[in-house]
Nanobody, 125 residues
Framework: VQLQASGGGLAQAGGSQRLSCTAS????????VSWFRQAPGKEREFVAG????????YYSDSVKGRFTISSDNAKNTVYLQMNSLKPDDTAVYYC???????????????????WGQGTQVTVSS
């Protein structure tokens, strides 16, 4: 499955953005899909994810209550709605998908087989 991430750009602190991750080549059915981010000089970190069965969502503590991950099966797209943005949210955001991701490993980069190209999100204060 090929992943295309889009929707990044420049935002003001306190503002909102929505990222999209669209799959081509096959559907997301049976895949866990997550968003990770990587700031300059830092490791890539988990942000939010949807489990393979689509029934559970997971968030990092740093974004819980501000970000929402959702999926639109008809459009084969997973979204990351980001509200109350902070300068610390500045990073390149990547979507990832895997069909062997168990729930206990959903936050692990190594659990995913497919990655999008990344989209830059910059939040100014």
């Amino acid at each position: 499955v090929q992943l295309q991430a889009s929707g990044g750009g420049l935002a003001q602190a306190g503002g909102s953005q929505r990222l999209s991750c669209t799959a081509s080549g096959r559907t997301f059915r049976g895949y866990a899909v997550s968003w990770f981010r990587q700031a300059p000089g830092k490791e890539r970190e988990f942000v939010a994810g949807i489990a393979r069965n689509g029934g559970y969502t997971y968030y990092s503590d740093s974004v819980k209550g501000r970000f929402t991950i959702s999926s639109d099966n008809a459009k084969n797209t997973v979204y990351l709605q980001m509200n109350s943005l902070k300068p610390d949210d500045t990073a390149v955001y990547y979507c990832a998908a895997g069909n062997r991701v168990i729930q206990s490993a959903i936050r692990s980069r190594d659990a995913y087989d497919h990655w999008g190209q990344g989209t830059q999100v910059t939040v100014s204060s």
